[in-house]
């Protein structure tokens, strides 16, 4: 048993409190992406904001199966030995994408240290594959680190996504306990190869973990030190009891005043908030 599993539960202030999507486009999307046996993170992490992002085209999609090579004590997804790529999973993907009239789709995974280059291979096919099938929509890849393998960043590169996104998640202090099998170091160098690609680059990080403002705005400096244009910022909410507990929920105002921050130093694009999602207003930006 973890220490933190006895810690105390804080209660969730009003602005957290969100009405779930019943829409019938919600319906509908949500009776395609079954049909088609597709995972979105959307309906993984039960986002608060997805009948807002399927209304206005946008969707994420969970490639290379929804079982992670990581175990993470944040995340919900569930983690174990992986299953071989699923052949059709590409067009499954192209066919949804079709039927739910999407103008942006991110691209995302569970991490695949199975692979030897990560699932590297498999972003750049699916990229392609979208790009040759359906030109005017514009494509966001979400990748994980990979294990700072540069060749295989290059691949992923190669197939020109409009955005690359990989999440930094948590604060420095905090990231080997968090994140365990991952390098706060690695993924930093991951950004900046990003950044100095002709792609665009972009992460986000939660906060209400136990850390501190310093590290926050630590945070902030580092991804804009390797030239990272794109930032989302938003608060950690705990999936079960067994995760790690929320040590505060942050104001509105404490966001906007990160976001006024983050702007100041130099990125292009900021969305911060109580409920946002490293995907939210992702076509916006564009």
Same mark, same amino acid.
């Given at each position: 048993?973890?220490?933190?599993?006895?810690s105390?539960?804080?209660?969730? +202030?009003?602005?957290?409190?969100v009405?779930?999507?019943?829409s019938?486009?919600?319906?509908?999307?949500?009776?395609?992406?079954?049909?088609?046996? *597709?995972?979105?993170?959307?309906?993984?992490?039960?986002?608060?904001?997805?009948?807002?992002?399927?209304?206005?085209?946008?969707?994420?999609?969970? @490639?290379?199966?929804? @079982?992670?090579?990581?175990?993470?004590?944040?995340?919900?997804?569930?983690?174990?030995?992986?299953?071989? @790529?699923?052949? &059709?999973?590409?067009?499954?993907?192209?066919?949804?994408?079709?039927?739910?009239?999407?103008?942006?789709?991110?691209?995302?995974?569970?991490?695949?240290?199975?692979? +030897?280059?990560?699932?590297?291979?498999?972003?750049?096919d699916?990229? &392609?594959?979208?790009?040759?099938?359906?030109?005017?929509?514009?494509?966001?890849?979400?990748?994980?680190?990979?294990?700072?393998?540069?060749?295989? *960043?290059?691949?992923?590169?190669?197939?020109?996504?409009?955005? @690359?996104?990989? &999440?930094?998640?948590?604060?420095?202090?905090?990231?080997?306990?968090?994140?365990?099998?991952?390098?706060?170091?690695?993924? *930093?160098?991951l950004?900046?190869? !990003?950044?100095?690609?002709?792609?665009?680059? $972009?992460?986000?990080?939660?906060?209400?973990?136990?850390?501190?403002?310093?590290?926050?705005?630590?945070? !902030?400096?580092?991804?804009?030190?390797?030239?990272?244009?794109? *930032?989302?910022?938003?608060?950690?909410?705990? +999936?079960?009891?067994?995760?790690? +507990?929320?040590?505060?929920?942050?104001?509105?105002?404490?966001?906007?005043?990160?976001?006024?921050?983050?702007?100041? $130093?130099?990125?292009?694009?900021?969305?911060?908030?109580?409920?946002v999602?490293?995907?939210?207003?992702?076509?916006?930006?564009?």
């Open positions: 048993m973890h220490k933190h599993e006895k105390q539960i804080i209660r969730k +202030p009003s602005w957290l409190k009405r779930p999507p019943y019938d486009e919600c319906r509908s999307i949500k009776s395609t992406l079954s049909h088609l046996q *597709l995972h979105t993170v959307c309906q993984e992490a039960a986002c608060p904001n997805m009948a807002e992002c399927f209304n206005s085209g946008t969707a994420t999609f969970l @490639i290379m199966g929804n @079982i992670c090579t990581r175990d993470c004590l944040y995340c919900n997804v569930e983690h174990g030995k992986p299953s071989a @790529i699923d052949d &059709n999973e590409i067009y499954h993907l192209i066919d949804a994408v079709r039927k739910m009239k999407l103008e942006y789709v991110v691209i995302t995974s569970v991490t695949r240290d199975d692979l +030897p280059d990560g699932g590297a291979q498999a972003f750049a699916y990229v &392609n594959r979208l790009r040759e099938e359906i030109p005017s929509c514009k494509v966001e890849v979400l990748i994980p680190d990979f294990q700072g393998n540069p060749v295989a *960043l290059e691949k992923v590169i190669a197939a020109k996504p409009d955005v @690359i996104n990989h &999440n930094m998640e948590v604060v420095n202090p905090m990231f080997a306990r968090l994140r365990p099998q991952g390098s706060y170091e690695v993924s *930093l160098q950004l900046k190869n !990003i950044s100095s690609s002709p792609v665009i680059s $972009k992460s986000g990080f939660m906060i209400g973990f136990g850390e501190s403002r310093d590290d926050i705005l630590q945070l !902030i400096d580092d991804l804009a030190e390797v030239s990272c244009e794109r *930032l989302t910022i938003g608060q950690y909410q705990q +999936p079960s009891l067994k995760h790690w +507990p929320v040590a505060k929920y942050y104001h509105p105002d404490e966001f906007a005043e990160f976001k006024e921050i983050a702007y100041q $130093k130099g990125f292009q694009y900021v969305e911060a908030g109580p409920l999602r490293s995907s939210y207003h992702a076509a916006k930006a564009g």
